[in-house]
């Protein structure tokens, strides 16, 4: 029993990445109406950039951080002008083919220089005990950075200028346009903020679990079951499921193989996308603007 | 009467090329037309969601891939002969998609396109843990089940030629189907969903009968493709890669259109081909699609039919 | 006899708002309803509840004797209930042909494809697009394009035909063609319900009026008679003592 709730507890502190990951796709989502597909090629990014940093100049994988996340942010605004914004108002169709483009480009490259090996970011931290069971101190500071970051970013969203700004062109893009706000600008930061989330959770992720090109994927489909439970543009759903989903990881993983584990996670996927649109927590922190 | 339109005629035409290309004995030609023969098909069929009805399947690789399982199933652990093989495939994989679809068809756009995937996906991990499918290791074919088709060299030719007609028959498909009133109003749920649903254009049922009908032949492809191989596995026959190359296939040929496919198959398989042959370019085959993929969704999301077809209006008449 | 469509009691609410509630009314065989009401009154919300795009929270729809409450909008227009936009929306990568073929496929008659081309041919000849039968629907002006939203409408040969504010953002000359295409619909056999803002042309067309407010029937009658209603008087101009007679 006690291993259960260790397992479980520990899935909750891994959730809280992922939560940190479904955040990036949220905010790009909720602010532009575009899902990016590029997302998990994002994350793996963040991976081997801490990787890189690492190996090149000897830091310690928490003091890369800030880098990737500047790196991230630039990335990001340049994935808005490279692919999204000539796709801004057309169906979502070419804007998801659009950021699907870009991901294969990203992830042939990575495949190219670094194939489809495994790869491990140095990272240890001492643990914390209880009765039995050690938790990672990687896990426990993976979840504590996350909550940092997640902060920062409430702060941002909410207590400066341009935070609200962000915040009016998601809830209504014409209206911001009208009333000043530079909307090509914010969308392009929203872009580069989306991306900066992903690439620091890729590179938290780095130093709690091994790591290939292609490790992308199942991480980017985690976010979309995490951003669909919390809701679309809801960043704190999106913190709230990647727990919820930690914590299901923790309760199926001693009885299920791994495989298993992202079927369901599927399922659940599908069905709430059906069932509840509107995401599980169905409180939206901005509401959109409908014309009806 | 269809019959009497030049383009059924174009199909057929280009069904007698594929097949008397290589003349019966160049088998080098015959391998490269058999993968067009395959990106035509699957393209082809995809189509009939992504260019008609607007609905992305990225993960339309399920169904070559399960009806692969299930041919090799049939007859390796069942002793079927071929023929009845593929039926079976078809069918159950047509039967299957319909279960998906139920499902997944209430969703729209992005949120449809992501559960494709996910569908590929729980296949995949469900025939990776289904031991009577031989579990990750996959299932062998003895070579002696090309026997009855006259012995592997003229089992070879057979297959081709099959295949070859399930590519005439996709494109036949997708013509048909344009034709139809079906297709009338698979292109109004393409255009507008809800304005067409308030049209009459029954939606969830027209959409199921689409992507059940875009399973079939895939499927079909997928039987012989894996029955040529005497070997399938979860991992290659659940590749992503292969219903990536088809949606860029279609996108690049022209979505929506019957012959685009075929062309955007063509070219691609000519460029793939002189990639694989490059020595700096052998690594980058997804990187030059996706590159290619990008510019066409900015920059002529209609693909090169849809260039021709503004240039030379006339085109119509002939082409579809 | 019985009318063709039927509004019983109807009521919806979108959270807080009481968008319609208890309304009834009843469209009879060949004539024009008009309905009107200040904006916000929820007339588009009442023909979104009749062809389903929203189900209702109470009351019943019934259409040619059968009962529609709730059911999807594909099923409702095979029964013959046609509708069009108040934002149109044309199918823009079709031509004019096309898009009213669509609607000629899926009508009440559920022609089949050739029938179908022959049907919308002579709706889009009606409304007056005869001559850009080839015309990309992207191409058409705005009256041009609410033109189209007619026709492909009218190209299911319905029994009853909604239009909302097919007069809307249109010129005088561009309304007055309109409301006599309306007005041809109507003698080919076609039942009528209208919602439209121009006062002169909806009390001209209409053969009866239904007047909501805030979601709710405020009064009913022939036009000459709600015009005059102190009520009504009130809705839209504040003052009941401003009787001026008529409308713009």
């Known amino acids: 029993m006690i291993g259960l709730l260790a397992s479980v507890l520990d899935g909750i502190l891994v959730g809280s990445v992922y939560g940190l990951a479904a955040m990036g796709i949220t905010l790009i989502w909720g602010v532009m109406d575009v899902v990016n597909l590029t997302h998990g090629a994002m994350i793996v990014a963040g991976m081997f950039g801490v990787y890189l940093l690492v190996g090149a100049t000897g830091v310690s994988a928490y003091a890369a951080l800030p880098a990737v996340l500047a790196a991230g942010l630039l990335a990001g605004v340049a994935l808005y002008w490279i692919a999204i914004h000539r796709m801004i108002g057309q169906p979502p169709l070419m804007s998801l083919l659009a950021t699907f483009s870009v991901n294969l480009v990203l992830i042939g490259l990575g495949t190219a220089v670094w194939g489809t ?6 990272a240890s931290l001492p643990g914390f005990r209880l009765g039995r069971y050690t938790f990672p101190g990687t896990h426990l500071m993976a979840a504590a950075l996350t909550a940092v970051i997640a902060g920062a970013l409430y702060l941002f969203l909410y207590r400066t200028r341009l935070g609200k700004a962000v915040r009016a062109v998601a809830a209504n893009r014409e209206a911001a346009e009208l009333v000043g706000i530079p909307t090509t600008r914010i969308l392009a930061l929203a872009c580069g903020l989306g991306v900066a989330l992903a690439c620091v959770s890729g590179a938290l992720i780095s130093t709690l679990f091994p790591f290939t090109v292609l490790s992308g994927d199942s991480y980017q489909l985690k976010s979309f079951v995490v951003t669909v439970l919390g809701g679309l543009g809801n960043p704190t759903g999106a913190l709230v499921a990647g727990v919820a989903l930690g914590l299901f990881e923790g309760l199926a993983t001693p009885f ?8 369901i996670e599927f399922v659940l996927f599908v069905v709430v996308l059906i069932a509840f649109p509107g995401g599980l927590l169905s409180v939206r922190l901005w509401r959109r603007a409908r014309a009806r | 009467m269809i019959v009497r339109r030049p383009f059924f005629w174009i199909i057929g035409l280009a069904i007698l090329v594929f097949a008397a290309a290589p003349l019966g004995k160049d088998v080098e030609l015959r391998e490269s037309l058999l993968l067009a023969a395959v990106y035509i098909t699957l393209a082809s069929n995809l189509n009939l969601m992504l260019g008609y009805a607007g609905y992305v399947n990225f993960g339309s690789i399920v169904f070559f891939g399960l009806g692969g399982y299930f041919c090799v199933y049939c007859m390796g652990s069942l002793g079927w002969g071929l023929g009845p093989s593929l039926l079976v495939g078809g069918v159950s994989v047509s039967l299957l998609s ?10 729209r756009g992005v949120h449809f396109a992501l559960a494709t995937i996910g569908v590929n996906e729980a296949v995949m991990a469900f025939v990776t843990n289904f031991q009577p499918w031989g579990g990750s290791t996959g299932i062998y074919l003895s070579t002696g089940l090309f026997q009855p088709l006259g012995g592997p060299a003229q089992a070879l030719w057979t297959i081709y030629y099959l295949l070859v007609a399930v590519m005439g028959l996709s494109l036949y498909l997708s013509y048909f189907v344009k034709s139809s009133k079906f297709g009338v109003g698979l292109l109004a749920i393409g255009q507008n969903e809800d304005a067409a649903a308030v049209l009459g254009v029954p939606a969830p049922r027209y959409k199921a009968l689409a992507y059940s009908a875009s399973a079939l032949l895939p499927a079909i492809a997928g039987g012989l493709y894996f029955f040529k191989g005497a ?4 991992a290659d026959a659940f590749d992503l890669t292969l219903s990536t190359e088809a949606i860029v ?14 062309l955007g198959a063509y070219l691609y398989e000519e460029l793939r081909g002189w990639l694989l042959t490059s020595p700096t370019f052998s690594n980058f085959q997804l990187v030059v699609a996706g590159v290619l993929l990008l510019l066409i969704v900015q920059f002529a999301p209609g693909g090169l039919m849809g260039m021709f077809y503004r240039r030379w209006p006339r085109l119509k008449r002939f082409l579809e | 006899m019985s009318a063709l469509l039927e509004v019983d009691d109807l009521g919806k609410r979108f959270g807080g708002l009481q968008a319609v509630g208890s309304l009834s009314f009843a469209v009879k065989e060949g004539e024009i309803l008009g309905l009107i009401g200040p904006n916000g009154a929820g007339k588009s919300t009442v023909f979104n509840l009749i062809n389903g795009v929203f189900a209702p929270d109470s009351g019943r729809v019934g ?10 909008p594909y099923r409702v227009a095979r029964l013959g209930l046609a509708r069009t936009h108040q934002i149109v929306q044309p199918f823009a990568g079709m031509t004019v042909l096309e898009n009213c073929t669509v609607g000629a496929c899926f009508g009440r008659e559920n022609l089949p494809l050739a029938r179908a081309r022959a049907a919308a041919r002579e709706a889009a000849v009606l409304v007056g697009l005869g001559d850009r039968l080839d015309a990309p629907a992207l191409h058409l002006t705005i009256a041009g394009k ?3 939203e007619l026709a492909r409408a009218l190209s299911a040969r319905p029994a009853l035909l909604m239009l909302d504010e097919v007069l809307a953002g249109l010129n005088p000359t561009e309304v007055a063609r309109m409301i006599d295409i309306v007005r041809a619909i109507r003698e080919s056999g076609v039942a009528i319900l209208m919602i439209e803002h121009l006062m002169q042309a909806i009390m001209s067309l209409s053969d009866h009026i239904v007047v909501l407010n805030s ?21 839209y101009l504040g003052d009941p003592g401003l009787v001026q007679g008529r409308g713009r």
């Open chain 2, 98 to 107: 319909l279960l998906f679809g139920l499902g997944i068809l209430r969703l």
């Open chain 1, 117 to 122: 090996v495994l790869f491990n970011v140095p």
């Open chain 3, 146 to 148: 609410k033109r189209l």
């Open chain 2, 249 to 262: 296939i279609t996108m690049l040929g022209g979505q929506g259109t019957i012959f685009g496919p075929a």
């Open chain 3, 215 to 235: 979601g709710r029937k405020l009064s009913e009658g022939p036009p000459a008679q709600v015009a005059s209603d102190p009520a009504v008087v009130e809705a």
């Open chain 3, 63 to 72: 259409f040619r004797g059968a009962d529609i409450t709730g059911q999807p």
């Open chain 1, 256 to 263: 299920m193989p791994v495989s298993w584990t992202l079927v």
């Open chain 2, 231 to 234: 070997f399938i596995q979860p």
